[in-house]
């Protein structure tokens, strides 16, 4: 019979652990009873130890749920020990320990709120004890104390009404010195157990009231509970100071009894002392939950096949662990990135390279050769034919050096390997903000971490190694004829796009001030402005330098809205570069340029374009030994390294679960194997069963 019982505490904890339903609970005593009442001496006599919180402020905060198991005598030099499975802190064997243990978790819960719902997992084994399950709940409080919430009593009342429901059965503890009408205990008893079918009664401080008295508390006759009552004495030796074992407070309590057997003994035959009430515990818990088999027997059925069909539907029976999807994640991550990296192939990586240098090559022509006010000239140049290159003068000589030095030495080194960086950069970011990082940010962060440290480290180093290898075009460039020919028709595709560019932008001008005349309307307003704006500061300069008095001249309002104004004069600015764009285009397309390298003077544009090919393609060289390849070595290895193998299998568990659809898949699965689990245990003990009788009505 025993046997049955310690399994069904086994069960019992498994089916907790599944969920908290009241559909999969065994049964379990919960101990109710007012503060003071002598509550927590009870239950340390039945344990045999002294392991409760003691102390006068409202030590018990949260429901203890208290698994006794009983193990064979001799067992070794650890036969007694307690254990806190969801703290982990392994076997306790001193009960000073658990009690301290007990206390911070208990005074953890914060004043104001007094009491908490949530239990603390208690087991204790030895081979003095017997298999039950014990709940004990903060004492009821009859006066809230300055300090507590006004709440308490009704926050005590709710969570004890929450635990004495079915099929639990009630250990209410009164003490003999208070009129049993009183008992907050039997109150909340009679609630949800009118018939008193569930409700055994504990009486202590028997040593309070005179015998005769005492005995007919006990004989249940005003308040007929069907269980009956148990009286104790759990008292001590009252000297301050001095630890008693609690071997001795039985036996002074047994000695209590025998001192008048007279009334408890002879006739009556009340149960009285702390092993009986131990022996009736463990009847009334045995028959309970004998009687609760057959009902959780069919419960468990029930939800075992609703999580075995919905298994089926939802996952097709497919079973997951932690660690084959940590595995999963990995390898797609490793994929996913590989994937990537074709991205940064050397000919990609140089495209890129060579098109942040052609807008560089636009800003030096720019600054260099349009806004130049002799570019008329040179543009004039190009055109006549009987200017050989040799007379060209040595301005334009200067210019054009000037030109490639700009370039050359525009910082292409850190620039380039930033620029290729930034793309590295971004294309992590966007691996560890997607799936299934999202629901990662600690994996995330990590992996983005060691990604830019990675880079941070290669950075400076490649910058350098590029740097160095262009040094030699900073001073000269030669060029070859097929090198010209590319540059020119580069330089030529280039500026076509240019020129595309500017007439989209015109185009959209256009059409947001209203069409072509009203922009040229705007247009010629706004260079009148500017035409005034001129001679307005030339009449200043000239009457400042004749010592007049400067005349502050009237803003005159303008005839167009501001907006438009602005408009008007963006596209001011593209037109002129659209000629100008227009006019070189012509002369890259012209037989002189398409003469050859001895042509450079006159067409830059294709000489730059060839300078900024070869940066392109040493820089694209050096960065991919440098930076990429030792990118795509060691990233992988991180992975492994920092994502991997310093996580234990909580670690792995926690991962996983981030992830809700892994999360949902894994709850199922552990839901179908526990159910699964203990109906086999179920099973095993329907031969058991046919022996149980329901504990007998005491008379
Ligand atoms: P709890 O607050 O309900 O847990 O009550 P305690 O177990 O802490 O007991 C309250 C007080 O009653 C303590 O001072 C105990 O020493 C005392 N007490 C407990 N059991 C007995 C008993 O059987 N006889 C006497 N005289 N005092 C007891």
């Given amino acids: 019979l025993m046997h049955l019982t310690k399994k069904l505490i086994e069960i019992r904890s498994m089916l907790l652990s599944i969920d908290q339903s009241d559909a999969l609970k065994l049964p379990s005593i919960v101990v109710i009873g007012s503060q003071s009442s002598g509550k927590s001496s009870v239950l340390e006599a039945i344990v045999g130890h002294e392991f409760l919180p003691k102390g006068n402020n409202m030590v018990t905060r949260r429901p203890i749920e208290l698994t006794l198991i009983h193990t064979p005598a001799g067992a070794g030099e650890a036969a007694e020990y307690g254990e806190f499975p969801a703290l982990g802190l392994g076997k306790i064997i001193d009960f000073g320990q658990i009690q301290k243990t007990l206390t911070d978790l208990n005074l953890a819960v914060p004043a104001s709120e007094a009491v908490s719902n949530e239990p603390i997992d208690l087991r204790i084994y030895s081979p003095h004890?017997?298999?039950?399950?014990?709940?004990?709940?903060?004492?009821?409080?009859?006066?809230?104390?300055?300090?507590?919430?006004?709440?308490?009593?009704?926050?005590?009342?709710?969570?004890?009404?929450?635990?004495?429901?079915?099929?639990?059965?009630?250990?209410?503890?009164?003490?003999?010195?208070?009129?049993?009408?009183?008992?907050?205990?039997?109150?909340?008893?009679?609630?949800?157990?009118?018939?008193?079918?569930?409700?055994?009664?504990?009486?202590?401080?028997?040593?309070?009231?005179?015998?005769?008295?005492?005995?007919?508390?006990?004989?249940?006759?005003?308040?007929?509970?069907?269980?009956?009552?148990?009286?104790?004495?759990?008292?001590?030796?009252?000297?301050?100071?001095?630890?008693?074992?609690?071997?001795?407070?039985?036996?002074?309590?047994?000695?209590?009894?025998?001192?008048?057997?007279?009334?408890?003994?002879?006739?009556?035959?009340?149960?009285?002392?702390?092993?009986?009430?131990?022996?009736?515990?463990?009847?009334?818990?045995?028959?309970?939950?004998?009687?609760?088999?057959?009902?959780?027997?069919?419960?468990?059925?029930?939800?075992?096949?609703?999580?075995?069909?919905?298994?089926?539907?939802?996952?097709?029976?497919?079973?997951?662990?932690?660690?084959?999807?940590?595995?999963?994640?990995?390898?797609?991550?490793?994929?996913?990135?590989?994937?990537?990296?074709?991205?940064?192939?050397?000919p990609a990586v140089r495209a890129k390279l060579k098109s942040m240098l052609d807008e560089r090559v636009m800003d030096v022509l720019e600054q260099l050769y349009w806004s130049d006010k002799r570019v008329g000239e040179f543009t004039a140049l190009g055109e006549d034919r009987r200017i050989k290159p040799e007379d060209v003068e040595p301005y334009w000589r200067y210019k054009l050096e000037a030109a490639s030095s700009l370039l050359t030495k525009s910082g292409v080194g850190r620039d380039a390997t930033l620029l290729v960086a930034d793309g590295l950069r971004t294309l992590i970011d966007s691996i560890a903000a997607g799936e299934p990082f999202n629901f990662h940010p600690r994996a995330a962060e990590r992996l983005v971490e060691f990604a830019h440290a990675i880079l941070r480290d290669r950075i400076p180093l490649t910058a350098?190694?590029?740097?160095?290898?262009?040094?030699?075009?900073?001073?000269?460039?030669?060029?070859?004829?097929?090198?010209?020919?590319?540059?020119?028709?580069e330089a030529v595709d280039l500026f076509e796009r240019e020129v595309t560019m500017c007439e989209e932008k015109l185009k959209d001008i256009r059409r947001k001030v209203g069409g072509s005349r009203r922009l040229n309307n705007l247009m010629g307003y706004v260079r009148s402005l500017e035409e005034r704006e001129r001679e307005r500061k030339k009449k200043r300069l000239a009457m400042v330098a004749a010592g007049e008095e400067e005349v502050e001249v009237e803003e005159e309002s303008y005839k167009y809205p501001p907006a438009q104004i602005v408009d008007a004069r963006h596209a001011a600015l593209y037109a002129d570069r659209l000629s100008t764009l227009k006019l070189r285009l012509t002369a890259l397309k012209a037989k002189r340029c398409k003469a050859g390298p001895e042509s450079d003077l006159l067409c830059p544009e294709a000489f730059l374009n060839v300078v900024a090919d070869k940066l392109a393609y040493t820089s694209s060289m050096f960065i991919n030994i440098e930076l990429l390849d030792q990118f795509f070595y060691q990233f992988p290895r991180e992975i492994d390294s920092r994502l991997l193998y310093n996580l234990d299998r909580n670690d792995i568990v926690e991962f996983a679960r981030e992830n809700p659809v892994v999360r949902r898949h894994l709850d199922l699965q552990e839901r179908k194997d526990k159910l699964e689990e203990v109906m086999k245990q179920l099973n095993s003990l329907s031969t058991l069963r046919a022996d149980v009788q329901p504990a007998p009505r005491r008379p």
Avoid at 277 to 289: C, D, G, I, Q, T
Avoid at 464 to 489: A, H, L, S, T
Wanted: neutral net charge; hydrophobic residues 35%.
């Fill in 129 to 346: 004890v017997p298999d039950l399950t014990l709940i004990d709940l903060p004492g009821y409080v009859q006066i809230a104390s300055l300090d507590q919430p006004e709440t308490l009593k009704e926050k005590i009342a709710a969570l004890c009404e929450r635990y004495i429901r079915e099929p639990n059965i009630v250990l209410a503890v009164c003490a003999a010195d208070v009129d049993l009408a009183n008992s907050p205990a039997l109150r909340a008893s009679r609630k949800v157990d009118p018939l008193g079918l569930r409700t055994i009664g504990v009486i202590t401080k028997m040593d309070l009231v005179p015998a005769d008295q005492g005995a007919a508390i006990l004989s249940g006759n005003r308040y007929p509970l069907h269980l009956g009552y148990v009286g104790v004495v759990c008292k001590p030796s009252g000297k301050k100071g001095r630890k008693e074992s609690m071997d001795v407070v039985a036996r002074r309590g047994d000695e209590f009894f025998r001192q008048h057997k007279e009334e408890y003994f002879n006739g009556a035959s009340l149960m009285v002392g702390t092993d009986t009430l131990r022996k009736r515990l463990m009847e009334v818990l045995e028959s309970s939950m004998a009687s609760s088999l057959h009902g959780i027997t069919n419960a468990v059925q029930l939800e075992l096949e609703e999580a075995q069909y919905q298994f089926k539907v939802q996952y097709n029976d497919r079973r997951i662990s932690p660690e084959s999807y940590v595995a999963e994640t990995v390898d797609a991550l490793k994929a996913r990135f590989k994937d990537f990296t074709t991205q940064f192939r050397k």
């Fill in 464 to 489: 350098d190694q590029v740097e160095n290898c262009i040094k030699p075009y900073k001073y000269e460039v030669e060029v070859d004829d097929r090198e010209w020919e590319n540059g020119r028709r």
